[in-house]
Antibody, heavy 119, light 111 residues
Framework: QVQLQESGPGLVKPSQTLSLTCTVS??????????WSWIRQHPGKGLEWIAY???????YYNPSLKSRVKISVDTSKNQFSLNLSSVTAADTAVYYC???????????WGQGTLVTVSS | QSVLTQPPSASGTPGQRVTISCSGSTSNIGTNAVNWYQQLPGTAPKLLIYSTTQRPSGVPDRFSGSKSDTSASLAISGLQSEDEADYYC????????????FGGGTKLTVL
């Protein structure tokens, strides 16, 4: 059974870049059937999809975040990563990585990691 | 403001049947499958219903999904206390370059 685990700093300063990595275990990130996604949840709020990537580099973005998002995949490490630039307090959220098995079907999730943007 | 609209709250007593609605448009629910997620307090969301009506392995058949035109519904029958959670709908939206949209979530309280 595939497992996902987010890692990265829990505190980022305003205007800096938020960087997170998701490590996939129990399955291959080079799966032909899956994309790999980032989703966030602001404190006490709903879910917001950020982007997802196929192991061959095909990427889909949330239009509202596209200009600040960079997502990449490292098949040798079975990891994928998120960089979100020019962060503000509005980017404070729990960030989840998830496996996509259908256009909006996320069938496996990491436990989530809280990232706080503050000086 | 979420692209998909859900009621912020719903409630029921044990054993009751509860439905949660999710309203969208022709660019999302009207033309694409709907997925539902359950988020228990302090945990990551879990896939509850996929492809509008399908249950992943391990999800009780008390949970069911349906869709009509640009709206979808999640029904929970035989309500149990452990069903108290937040529920989110999601769909692919074909506008712009295409992207995933979520509902704002519905907090279900078991009275």
């Amino acid at each position: 059974q595939v497992q996902l685990q987010e890692s990265g700093p829990g505190l980022v300063k305003p205007s800096q870049t938020l960087s997170l990595t998701c490590t996939v275990s129990g399955g291959s990130i080079s799966s032909a059937s899956h994309y790999w996604s980032w989703i966030r949840q602001h404190p006490g709020k709903g879910l917001e999809w950020i982007a997802y990537i196929y192991y061959r580099g095909i990427i889909y973005y949330n239009p509202s975040l596209k200009s600040r998002v960079k997502i990449s995949v490292d098949t040798s490490k079975n990891q994928f990563s998120l960089n979100l630039s020019s962060v503000t307090a509005a980017d404070t959220a729990v960030y989840y990585c998830a496996r996509r098995s259908g256009s909006s079907t996320f069938d496996s999730w990491g436990q989530g990691t809280l990232v706080t943007v503050s000086s | 403001q979420s692209v998909l609209t859900q009621p912020p709250s719903a409630s029921g007593t044990p054993g009751q049947r509860v439905t949660i609605s999710c309203s969208g448009s022709t660019s999302n629910i009207g033309t694409n499958a709907v997925n539902w997620y359950q988020q228990l307090p302090g945990t990551a969301p879990k896939l509850l219903i996929y492809s509008t009506t399908q249950r992943p392995s391990g999800v009780p058949d008390r949970f069911s999904g349906s869709k009509s035109d640009t709206s979808a519904s999640l029904a929970i029958s035989g309500l149990q206390s452990e069903d108290e959670a937040d529920y989110y709908c999601a769909a692919w939206d074909a506008s712009l370059d295409g992207y995933v949209v979520f509902g704002g979530g519905t907090k279900l309280t078991v009275l």
